[in-house]
């Protein structure tokens, strides 16, 4: 299932909302992460990073064909064969169940810009069972306010509704941070 509002502008513009490395620093991508998976990767804005952070192997899933092969070429030139990405619907139980060799042994899961879906707790849920218990859950999202894109207001998850969802699957909130000019994160504890 194709998120709502889930479009793509092209890749510099869309890395020029960010900084990458800022970002996972932020929200905790360390050296000490083994396995490391971006659900909703795009273009590969954050696998790239997080593959010079990292010990480990990184993984990225996207649903959109365009996006997945733009990540892949970027993952060639750069070299990084630590780096895969899956093409495919986290949401759906039968892809789901394809990453079963990754379940309850990732130490970190990223979920940016993913909040505004149909079914926030079920990704949540399905985040979670991905997890070691003591792995860490990054989401980042848009502000609550007049940016140059992100989803309508009105699907527009504000942070104190992330906690709660987040909450109801079983989150600890470990820390809250401002990735100005157009992000709020949180990191999470299972």
Request: aromatic share 10%; proline share 4%; hydrophobic share 40%.
């Amino acid at each position: 299932m194709k998120f709502r509002e889930s479009g793509m502008p092209d890749i510099e513009l869309w890395d020029s909302f960010f900084d990458a490395d800022f970002t996972l620093k932020e929200l905790d991508v360390t050296s000490s992460i083994t396995t490391l998976i971006d659900i909703g990767c795009g273009y590969g804005t954050f696998i790239l990073a997080a593959a010079k952070l990292i010990k480990g192997e990184v993984i990225g899933i996207d649903i959109d064909h365009d996006t997945i092969k733009q990540a892949r070429n970027e993952i060639q030139k750069h070299g990084l064969s630590k780096v895969q990405v899956l093409e495919g619907d986290i949401t759906q139980e039968d892809f789901f169940d394809t990453l079963k060799e990754y379940h309850v042994k990732v130490d970190y899961v990223c979920l940016f810009n993913m909040l505004h879906c149909e079914e926030p707790e079920k990704l949540l849920k399905q985040a979670y069972q991905l997890l070691r218990l003591g792995g860490k859950l990054g989401v980042i999202h848009w502000i609550y306010a007049d940016t140059p894109r992100g989803p309508s207001m009105d699907i527009r998850p504000k942070p104190a509704q992330i906690i709660e969802w987040c909450r109801n699957v079983n989150f600890h909130l470990e820390k809250e941070v401002d990735l100005p000019p157009y992000h709020y994160g949180q990191v999470y504890v299972k």
